[in-house]
């Protein structure tokens, strides 16, 4: 296959980010050879735009699409942009009528705590990100990240209480994210693969990393999928995407080198 074919679709949180420390330093080797090869790293993240632009910065793929908010909306490069087109193609809902939906939830009596009620400084405090960052999470478009503070019963009717206006959960590595239905990391991975085949004159295969339930989309969606290990969160995969899912022995970043060396081996 050739080396232009293939597109890699990366999770952050827990799979090319440390879960803890945010340092992707062990990746560094594997992000290189894939500049070097013109392979495009698609960062495909729960992380809002503000983070996602920023980030994609100091890794140095700034000329591939990203995927933000749990695909909710897709930021384009120039040269992945159809004529008259945007730099964002938007596939969610908008963040204001999410948060006018769990403001008539919790006064239905379902308790949590969303990002647009509380300060940057509380997101740095829940995330461990330094403020300024936890500034660029804060700034949130088409998803809602949650802290949950019922159990799982009530998680559940709360989800069914969305569905009634068109929203869904889906968990993180840490928060429960609010956001459209129909709308996830494996919906953008397809479109962004059907992009690239229209842009370019031919098809690719994809590669995708993630250690979290809401990456099972996207893994189910590639042809070369990696769960990272997280022992914080065991993740429960569906049964054909078991059986073909590369499953990693260690976890963060050195997992997604991993990952990377089983499925590119084989290349």
């Not at 968990?171 to 429960?176: M, N, P, S």
């Not at 969606?221 to 990272?228: E, F, G, R, S, T």
Request: net charge positive.
């Amino acid at each position: 296959m050739p080396r232009a074919a293939l597109l890699i679709f990366t999770d952050l949180d827990g799979s090319l980010l440390d879960h803890h420390s945010y340092s992707w330093a062990p990746a560094s080797a594997w992000l290189a050879q894939l500049r070097r090869a013109n392979i495009p790293l698609i960062i495909n993240s729960s992380k809002t735009r503000a983070e996602v632009s920023a980030l994609s910065a100091e890794l140095g793929t700034s000329d591939a699409p990203c995927v933000v908010e749990n695909g909710a909306a897709i930021l384009l490069p120039p040269r992945w942009r159809q004529q008259q087109e945007g730099a964002v193609v938007t596939l969610g809902a908008d963040i204001g009528h999410i948060r006018r939906v769990l403001a008539e939830l919790r006064a239905q009596g379902f308790a949590f705590e969303g990002f647009g009620d509380v300060t940057p400084q509380r997101v740095a405090e829940w995330t461990g990100l330094p403020l300024p960052k936890a500034k660029l999470a804060w700034q949130r478009e088409a998803t809602e990240p949650l802290l949950w503070h019922e159990n799982e019963q009530r998680l559940e009717a709360f989800t069914q209480a969305l569905a009634q206006h068109q929203l869904t959960t889906v968990r993180g590595g840490r928060f429960v994210h609010v956001m459209a239905k129909d709308v996830d990391k494996g919906r953008a991975l397809i479109w962004l693969k059907a992009r690239y085949s229209t842009l370019f004159g031919h098809q690719c295969r994809c590669l995708a990393l993630g250690d979290g339930a809401n990456d099972i989309a996207m893994l189910s969606a590639a042809d070369m999928p990696v769960l990272i290990r997280n022992d914080a969160s065991r993740v429960q995969l569906p049964r054909e995407l078991k059986a073909r899912c590369y499953l990693t022995r260690e976890a963060g970043p050195t997992g997604w080198c991993e990952g990377l060396d089983h499925w590119l081996r084989k290349v």
